[in-house]
């Protein structure tokens, strides 16, 4: 495994949870990982439709999850066999990338519909090609979040039932915590897996000091709706990963840092990095997607993304996630 993170402090701004296993991923790396969760899941706000969604799956023709954050509450709520094919019958699973998928299927379940492109728009398109819009979806999603798939159905004549799995909220570190990530500084990267672990920061640490959190460090975006939030607030992408899963983000992170013409004092400075260094870094760590294809993966809530995972596995998806 490549060990090009060595000696790097990479921030790590997931929930808690999944937070453990990115930092995992990057001390094998060889890096340091500075954790400050700036985001977290909490239940819907009315929790009956969930419930009445997970006591009826079989009544649909396809169940769609956007994350693995969702993947793990349509375990849950199925029980320990309710997604076998035996007692799912022709009701189909349908999962916005791998590691989403993954979590569906160490439940049992089999045959899970996972699109080649690793977004919503990959999603709708896949869901489309199987006859969904002639059919009943449920789509059990995050209270925020991109709805292409949702109104993509509707829009194409079928019946769907979007419903709210989990809410992603701000993070509530404590005074030591905070004080910890600022005694941490600097930090040579800031790894950022949805758009709302970005905003998190800034929610959590007001504007001026979550920018001399980055100040200096490269602002990793898992794909362009993270890329998106974080030019809102006017801090340029150093690298949008090529591929929506943590381990590409890492590879790709790791060629970066260690291209010969960025230095790690320029990391992250604020200007972006030139489009070919990016190409080079991406090349260089050994994967085949295009730039041009960066990080279409996050187009679902990666919060939801957010997720779970199989994060330090070879998860495509995240974390919103997300999601995140």
Not at 65 to 87: F, K, M, Q
Not at 120 to 140: E, K, S, Y
Not at 271 to 290: C, I, K, M, N
């Amino acid at each position: 495994m490549a060990s090009s993170l060595a000696g790097r402090r990479i921030l790590v701004t997931r929930d808690a949870e999944k937070a453990r296993s990115t930092a995992a991923a990057i001390q094998r790396r060889g890096g340091i990982a500075v954790v400050f969760p700036t985001i977290a899941f909490a239940p819907p706000a009315d929790a009956d439709p969930l419930h009445r969604a997970l006591s009826s799956l079989t009544s649909y023709d396809h169940v769609v999850v956007s994350s693995p954050t969702g993947a793990g509450i349509l375990v849950a709520g199925a029980g320990p066999d309710g997604l076998r094919p035996e007692v799912l019958g022709r009701t189909r699973l349908a999962a916005v990338g791998r590691s989403t998928a993954a979590v569906l299927e160490r439940a049992g379940a089999t045959g899970i519909r996972i699109p080649d492109r690793e977004d919503g728009d990959g999603l709708l398109a896949a869901l489309l090609a199987d006859g969904a819009a002639a059919g009943r979806t449920l789509v059990l999603r995050a209270e925020v979040g991109r709805d292409v798939v949702i109104e993509g159905l509707r829009e194409a004549g079928g019946a769907v039932d979007a419903v709210v799995a989990y809410r992603t909220v701000t993070a509530s570190p404590t005074p030591p915590e905070v004080a910890a990530l600022q005694a941490a500084l600097p930090i040579d990267a800031a790894l950022f897996l949805s758009p709302s672990a970005f905003d998190g920061l800034f929610r959590i640490l007001g504007d001026a000091a979550a920018r001399e959190v980055l100040r200096g460090a490269l602002a990793v975006a898992i794909g362009p709706t993270t890329a998106q939030a974080m030019v809102v607030r006017n801090v340029a992408p150093g690298l949008v990963s090529p591929r929506p899963d943590l381990d590409t983000v890492l590879d790709a992170l790791a060629a970066l840092l260690s291209f010969p013409s960025v230095p790690p004092e320029r990391a992250g400075a604020g200007d972006g990095f030139p489009q070919e260094t990016l190409a080079g870094a991406v090349a260089d760590s050994g994967r085949s997607s295009p730039p041009e294809r960066a990080g279409a993966g996050d187009g679902f809530p990666q919060e939801t993304l957010a997720g779970a995972e199989a994060d330090s596995g070879r998860s495509r998806d995240s974390g919103h996630g997300g999601s995140a």
